[in-house]
């Protein structure tokens, strides 16, 4: 039988050398920004520019990361209750 011209996606896409590189680049890029979040908050060596911050909390290092990761915890929290309140029984649309 043909598979007429399609991937076999457990053999094509699950590559753990090129899941390994994919890694690597992300990790990569998180150091180049904790490095730049390191310079603008202590020496501003690099970026001269100064943050606008409107709350005392902004100053700390390492608060966005923070704030984001809070952020979606809530939103899967979130996610959660409204799972119970909008599903519907397996056979709702049965006829």
Do not use: W
Request: contains cysteine; charged residues 25%.
């Amino acid at each position: 039988m043909s598979d007429l011209g399609h991937r076999n996606v457990e053999k094509d896409d699950m590559k753990p050398k090129r899941t390994n590189q994919l890694f690597k680049v992300f990790y990569f890029g998180c150091a180049i920004l904790l490095l730049v979040e390191l310079d603008m908050q202590l020496t501003n060596l690099v970026f001269k520019e100064h943050r606008h911050e409107y709350h005392s909390l902004e100053g700390l290092l390492g608060f966005y990361p923070v704030y984001a990761f809070g952020g979606i915890v809530l939103l899967v929290l979130i996610a959660k209750v409204m799972r119970k309140l909008l599903m519907r029984r397996e056979d709702y649309y049965d006829l």
